[in-house]
């Protein structure tokens, strides 16, 4: 018995007995943990690819389902199977052009949430849940979590951080209730959620005690990819803060710094940092567009009619910086040096200074277009040399035509 023996017809027939049973039954009869890192796509749906794999070969004449143990679940193994059977897998996912599809379909559920408003203005609980929530991944906290320890640990929070107008009570509820029809929660094995405002909410909640927490693929998003965390935290922004300074809130729940942008470090010796660095260039450069788009993004935030610039936003530094590291090609970007970086750390990133071209006060922006990644020695240069009048000119040149053209070729 072998997984390469399975069919086109034997996976349709697993997708088929997952829809029909559900996932949590479909994992449990097979005995497959759900995924971490791939999913099957299929009719829009996303499925356990090595959870179906298995299940195919059971679907074959005369066959038994594979054993989760009996086969790898990798890129090497189950994923080239289903590949080669035309099915299409997605990997979750690093800070990659994969993982902003994703993100960007989560950020679209998002700006489709519709909270109720006080004051005229969206009330923030469901952004304060969705929040706390993303924090606790990208800490590598538990996905699920019981009912009293999410009560707990969301009251505070939702106290904290609301409206005026919006309802004292630290209750999350009804928030979760909300986001749990939206798509954006998942209440494993519960179906008959209320959806009425209010104390049936409340009751049903206290009564069942679930746990719960983000959905599995939107939980691997915020945990691994710092791109798609600061996709997110954009589109919660943009759907309730508006004229909210939400800096606060994000501080609170472990996400305001320059390492939300970063991506958590794949195992050591995986096979993840190799197609990290190995990505087409074609890909490289629309995830650089990407990121310079969501560093566009936080630069200025609309106040009534007024657009304001906001400074000092150290989720958009970290979106740059890491734009640049990607341009940067693993280089000094100083054009007499060119020299490769020394090494490279724990996320595969070449250990390269970004800095800004022209000091932040003499109106350099925190943008690639005039941060420009820099070797050790040239960066000492560059800081304290006595050429430094002559360099900053060329850098400043430099990092513009590099920009331009990433930007210019871009997807
Ligand atoms: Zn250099």
Known sequence: MALTDITREAVLAAIAEFDRLGRDAFL???GFDSSRRYWLLHDGARYDSKAIAGAAHGHLPG???LAAKEFSGGRDHAVTVLRRLGFEVTSAPNGDSSSFQTADEIASAIGDLRPASASGKPMLKQAVVLLWAIGRARAGQDRLLGWADTVAALSPLLQAYRRDG??????PDYPIA???NAGLWDLPGRTDVPRAHGTAAWAWFA???PEGGLPEFVYALARRSGPARVRMIDAIAARFF???DESGLLTAVGLYDEGVAADEAPPRGSSD???ARGRSPEAARSDYARLCELVARRETRTHGQRRTRIAGD?????VARRAVLLRSEGRCENPGCAKPAPDRNDRGEPLLEVDHVEQLADGGRDHPVQMIALCPDCHRVKTHGQSRHQLIPVLTQRARELHDQWMCTGG
Do not use: C, M, N, V
């Open 166 to 171: 919006e309802s004292r009570h630290g209750r």
């Open 242 to 244: 508006d004229d909210f």
């Open 273 to 275: 940092q190799e197609t």
């Open 314 to 318: 150290p989720i958009r530094i970290g």
């Open 207 to 209: 009564e069942q005690e």
């Open 63 to 65: 066959r038994s389902p």
């Open 28 to 30: 449990e009869k097979y």
């Open 178 to 180: 909300a986001l749990f």
